[in-house]
């Protein structure tokens, strides 16, 4: 049987702002030592106050308009459950229900054909520690934690499973990298980690309308990784059901030197992660006067390079938040009166 490869691709961007998401720290650690970037906030410890970076505000929104996303007239913060090492608080702050964008696309060429990729929505979140493993000389392994990353503000950008090859998901994700660093919100770096990305990979047969489970890969750390991951993990899919195997949902492991991928835990479904909004954060109004001003200060000269890629982008870009953008955005009157004190200019956070 001919079966056809659905993948949907979760990308997370470092912002480049200067310090954390909900704290003053600084986001540039590349270099520091272990753990010097580091407060009681991004500790995680009780008692504790969030603050919202309000550049990571305008980061995110400048890049959901640039992806053709809708901004959200309310939005909020909430909080995701899970107990990991890298996890100092035991919980991650995330958006769950109410993204700040959602229903945005980006399109993308192979081989000379033209195509749009459907991205369900764009929010923001912070990052977790990064758990460094090792072993000692007597062959004991034990594992170290740098808080430095914890806090960092992430852009989480989900796609609809509309990614049918490697191909694809390899131009949408330089495409995404590109536009990110046009707009000067993110490093973009892959190999450090400033740049992410997770897929949902499934197959299904010509004539069926089902597709198998849905399988996540991670920890792909290039391009070229994530090409090789796909296909190694579409054609172990394929086998599998051919010689009358069944596939589960659950997470697996891309391992780059022996070139498989392998299963690491069942996947979890939203359920398991218990959110609930973050009490100790407001809510948020976004005003489209607001998302207008940001949109004007957004850059307009057209992409550098002119390679293939690139027709036209800076063009969409403006025509899409001077025209169907804006139009699409709702209005903010009635809601602000619902959230008189969350709305924006009379609680912005720090711009840092
Ligand atoms: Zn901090």
């Known amino acids: 049987m001919t079966?056809?490869?659905?993948?949907?691709?979760?990308?997370?961007?470092?912002?480049?702002?200067?310090?954390?998401?909900?704290?003053?720290?600084?986001?540039?650690?590349?270099?520091?030592?272990?753990?010097?970037?580091?407060?009681?906030?991004?500790?995680?410890?009780?008692?504790?106050?969030?603050?919202?970076?309000w550049k990571a505000m305008e980061y995110a929104v400048m890049t959901a308009l640039?992806?053709?996303?809708t901004i959200s007239e309310f939005t909020k913060f909430d909080r995701k459950n899970y107990p990991y090492p890298d996890l100092m608080k035991g919980y991650q702050i995330s958006q769950y229900d109410t993204p700040l964008s959602r229903n945005?696309?980006?399109?993308?060429?192979?081989?000379g054909k033209r195509g749009r990729i459907n991205i369900t929505r764009v929010h923001l979140e912070e990052d977790v520690a990064k758990l460094i493993h090792r072993t000692d000389p007597s062959g004991e392994s034990y594992s170290l934690v740098d808080v430095n990353r914890s806090g960092i503000p992430l852009l989480e950008i989900v796609s609809e499973p509309d990614i049918r090859s490697p191909e694809e998901a390899r131009q949408y994700l330089m495409k995404l990298r590109s536009i990110l660093q046009y707009l000067g919100v993110s490093t973009r770096n892959m190999?450090?980690?400033?740049?992410?990305?997770?897929?949902n990979v499934s197959i299904r047969g010509e004539d069926s309308p089902r597709y198998?489970?849905?399988?996540?890969?991670?920890?792909?750390?290039?391009?070229?990784?994530?090409?090789?991951?796909?296909?190694?993990?579409?054609?172990?899919?394929?086998?599998?059901?051919?010689?009358?195997?069944?596939?589960?949902?659950?997470?697996?492991?891309?391992?780059?030197?022996?070139?498989?991928?392998?299963?690491?835990?069942?996947?979890?479904?939203?359920?398991?992660?218990?959110?609930?909004?973050?009490?100790d954060l407001p809510p948020l109004v976004l005003s489209p006067a607001w998302v207008e001003e940001l949109s004007s200060a957004s850059p307009s000269s057209p992409m550098p390079g002119g390679s293939g890629l690139w027709p036209n982008m800076a063009c969409r870009f403006t025509m899409s938040i001077s025209s169907s953008a804006l139009k699409r955005l709702p209005l903010t009157l009635k809601a602000a009166s619902r959230f008189p004190l969350q709305a924006i200019g009379l609680r912005k956070g720090p711009r840092r």
């Open 66 to 69: 640039a992806l053709n996303c």
């Open 191 to 199: 190999e450090e980690g400033s740049f992410r990305c997770d897929a």
């Open 212 to 279: 198998s489970a849905k399988i996540e890969v991670k920890n792909m750390n290039s391009f070229k990784a994530v090409y090789r991951a796909l296909e190694y993990e579409a054609e172990r899919q394929r086998k599998l059901l051919e010689e009358g195997g069944q596939l589960v949902q659950e997470t697996r492991n891309w391992v780059e030197e022996k070139g498989v991928t392998v299963a690491q835990r069942s996947k979890e479904y939203a359920h398991d992660y218990r959110y609930f909004p973050e009490p």
């Open 3 to 53: 079966y056809e490869t659905v993948i949907g691709l979760e990308v997370h961007a470092h912002l480049l702002t200067k310090s954390k998401m909900f704290c003053g720290c600084s986001t540039d650690y590349a270099n520091a030592p272990p753990n010097t970037h580091v407060c009681p906030i991004c500790l995680g410890m009780p008692g504790v106050l969030p603050v919202i970076n």
């Open 104 to 111: 945005g696309w980006l399109e993308i060429e192979v081989d």
